[in-house]
């Protein structure tokens, strides 16, 4: 795998083979705190024995003593940490609290020869030169790799990585409105603005009430301008955006599960019959019937629901199944796109 296989995108590792890892490699910063933690511990193990090397070394002559201190020496920085890295399949004290940890080219544990070949390099690239030749050679690598890893074939990777943040879901669409648009078309609705109804139906919930109004009712403006759809008097501008967007869904479940997608409103689909809707206003045949005035309660009104539009309660009377309005002619005050306006 080459340097140039993981500069390809921001934390993606890819082989030759064109197959991605899901590795994260590590950053300096983590790397040297890293290092930093570890030479601490194992420079204060070093000191503790020292002293207890002193204690038993003081009947030895001088030449006995250095061979003694040497070898302690030896161990301690160049030994402890390559058995470290060996035992715990490449995480060290350091790494283990920085949350990193070496692993192969091809993602596998590391094994005594990889864990040699750092330990030897790292005397010369970290100790004997205080890390800046480790440190030049991982700014250098596009996956900050020092001279070690290069030749070891290992990797130092992030084994904590952040959970995006799953979007909230976007709203059920309301029930009196549900299976009402069947007979719409929506292919002459472009993408840019399909994605855009989603985006506000998925964050409607963290926009101010009159903003989100204001919006919803652009966005269903548009909708309606494509698709030639005759709205229902008192339609919540969000409710009427949320029926859409199930529709659509409906029909791309119907298509890829065999369902014919020229299914005529009305006609069983499984051996279920598909609730009548409103669709375009044809010349001559009047408005197809549609449910009453009632829904979501606007912005900056008591009651209602924000979310899924009940039908009121009125009278203490359970609510009713919604039926055609009647004959009379809506009142002058009612809005001209047919949504409900806000308080």
């Known amino acids: 795998m080459s340097e140039a296989s993981a500069a390809g995108g921001a934390g993606r590792l890819v082989t030759g083979e064109a197959v991605e890892l899901g590795l994260h490699p590590a950053k300096l910063p983590s790397r040297a705190l890293a290092a930093a933690l570890d030479g601490v511990v194992y420079i204060g193990g070093y000191l503790v024995v020292s002293i207890v090397l002193m204690v038993a070394t003081a009947s030895m002559d001088e030449a006995a003593v250095a061979a003694v201190y040497v070898t302690s020496l030896v161990l301690v920085l160049f030994g402890v940490p390559i058995a470290v890295e060996t035992l715990t399949r490449g995480r060290s004290l350091g790494k283990l609290a920085c949350g990193l940890r070496v692993v192969r080219d091809d993602g596998g544990p590391i094994r005594f020869r990889h864990a040699l070949v750092r330990g030897a390099v790292g005397v010369v690239e970290i100790q004997m030169f205080l890390g800046v030749i480790a440190c030049i050679a991982s700014l250098v690598s596009a996956r900050g790799r020092r001279i070690g890893d290069v030749f070891a074939g290992t990797l130092v990777v992030r084994e904590r990585i952040p959970v995006p943040r799953s979007p909230r879901p976007m709203p059920p669409a309301p029930p009196w409105l549900a299976g009402q648009l069947a007979g719409v078309d929506l292919s002459a609705v472009p993408e840019g603005l399909w994605l855009a109804v989603r985006q506000y139906l998925s964050r409607m919930h963290q926009l101010d009430p009159q903003v989100g109004w204001s919006m919803a009712e652009r966005l269903a403006g548009d909708v309606v301008a494509c698709t030639g759809a005759t709205v229902p008097e008192g339609t919540p501008p969000a409710g009427f955006l949320a029926a859409v967007v199930a529709e659509r869904q409906a029909r791309d479940a119907r298509r890829v599960f065999g369902a014919p997608v020229g299914t005529p409103v009305g006609a069983p689909v499984d051996g279920v019959a598909e609730p009548g809707g409103f669709g375009v206003a044809e010349p001559g045949k009047g408005r197809a019937p549609v449910p009453p005035a009632v829904g979501w309660v606007a912005p900056g009104t008591d009651g209602g629901v924000r979310g899924d539009a009940v039908p009121p309660v009125r ?18 005050s009612s809005s001209s796109t047919g949504f409900a306006p806000p308080a």
């Open 315 to 332: 009278g203490g009377q359970a609510p009713q199944e919604p039926v055609p309005p009647s004959s009379t002619s809506p009142s002058s």
